[in-house]
């Protein structure tokens, strides 16, 4: 079965990243929007991790609906998109929004969660 992983992190990063281009200039926007845990911004409920996360299940739900493999599809990414708003770093987040590229942790961390969410879920079962 293929995960929905790439897509929906690459679309949540992108709109989530509007003016961070750098580590500090994550730790401002964070701050601004209420962020005290600056090596996992996304994990406190923020204004940002609403907006990752509503576009991650946003991106998700279109994915898996195009492959058609939509069997528990909403449960799937709502899981997926909150465990990856919990575990992205903020470095992790700043290497994708300067180089375009997924770093090699997060691909690692985006595996585990799809496959945790999926399992969990009954995805595409």
């Known amino acids: 079965m293929k995960h929905l992983a790439l897509g929906g992190v690459l679309l949540a990063l992108a709109i989530t990243s509007a003016g961070a281009d750098d580590m500090d200039d994550l730790r401002r926007e964070a701050a601004k929007s209420g962020v005290t845990d600056f090596e996992h911004p996304m994990r406190e409920i923020t204004s940002a991790r609403t907006a990752f996360v509503v576009a991650a299940e946003r991106t998700c ?65």
Do not use: W
């Open 61 to 125: 739900a279109q994915t898996g609906t195009a492959m058609k493999v939509t069997a528990n599809l909403g449960e799937y990414c709502t899981c997926y998109a909150g465990r990856l708003a919990d575990v992205i770093t903020a470095a992790e987040f700043v290497q994708f929004v300067k180089a375009s590229v997924v770093p090699a942790s997060l691909g690692e961390k985006m595996k585990t969660v799809s496959a945790a969410c999926a399992n969990e879920t009954h995805y595409g079962k």
